[in-house]
């Protein structure tokens, strides 16, 4: 079983195909893991391994990733994990890849180390509507109670440090607009339209974002494939 330990903290990953490297942040929210995958629109670990070294991997907490939890953890904790999974690989420089969590995770990542990052594709992005405060906040809850039944001595106080850290701020919660307005890394977005995607924050990225394309029509079966092939081809391009 592929694990990669660093500092207390134990990932979970998996590699798929070979090729130019390309690192998934699965779906999820807080449990975001490699099985999340199985029932997205399309799978990128068996759509993409043919042409890319896909890596996938459960997100700290998640799956079968282990890791403390303190009060200064937030999305800067994720993007040091990221980072570190690649230096343990041997990648100097990767495209990214984030459905749903994944997409804030991966603008996470290029604000850590934006020469790591060839290209992003940001999946359902997640970001703050009038109406969904709530909702994250609900998400977080629901995980951090279920990891509290088996660890017991993770503090309340903490958790709710950290989920202060994950979810007070806005836009997508982990870059401001100021940085997507001044990113150079070439993005595809593929907008999400639901409670925790909403449409709107997918094309602001797009609107922002110097070198960014938006793919409004991408989750029924009519318009898999032909977004597939476009993934795959904006990957290819920038490699």
Not at 148 to 174: I, T, W
Not at 177 to 183: E, I, K, Q, S
Request: aromatic share 10%; with cysteine.
């Amino acid at each position: 079983m592929p694990v990669f330990e660093r500092a207390g903290v134990s990932l979970y990953y998996e590699e798929f195909g070979s090729g130019y490297p390309l690192l998934l942040f699965a779906p999820g929210g807080m449990r975001s893991s490699i099985d999340f995958w199985r029932h997205s629109p399309f799978d990128p670990t068996a759509e993409l391994a043919q042409d890319f070294r896909v890596i996938a991997m459960d997100q700290r907490n998640a799956g079968r990733s282990r890791a403390p939890i303190s009060a200064v953890d937030g999305w800067e904790t994720y993007a040091a994990d990221h980072l570190a999974l690649l230096d343990h690989l041997g990648t100097r420089r990767a495209h990214v890849l984030g459905g749903c969590i994944g997409s804030s995770y991966c603008l996470g990542l290029i604000k850590l180390a934006p020469e790591r990052v060839s290209a992003a594709v940001l999946q359902n992005p997640i970001g703050l509507s009038p109406d969904n405060r709530t909702a994250f906040n609900e998400m977080f809850g629901g995980w951090a109670n279920d990891l509290r039944k088996g660890r017991p001595e993770l503090s309340e106080a903490a958790l709710e440090a950290f989920r202060a850290r994950m979810y007070d701020g806005d836009f997508v919660f982990s870059v401001s607009r100021d940085f997507v307005r001044a990113c150079r890394t070439p993005m595809l977005v593929l907008a999400g339209d639901d409670l925790y995607h909403p449409a709107p924050i997918a094309e602001e990225i797009a609107r922002l974002a110097p070198d960014a394309e938006l793919v409004t029509k991408w989750k029924t079966p009519d318009a898999t494939p032909a977004a597939v092939a476009r993934v795959r081809a904006f990957l290819k391009a920038h490699q």
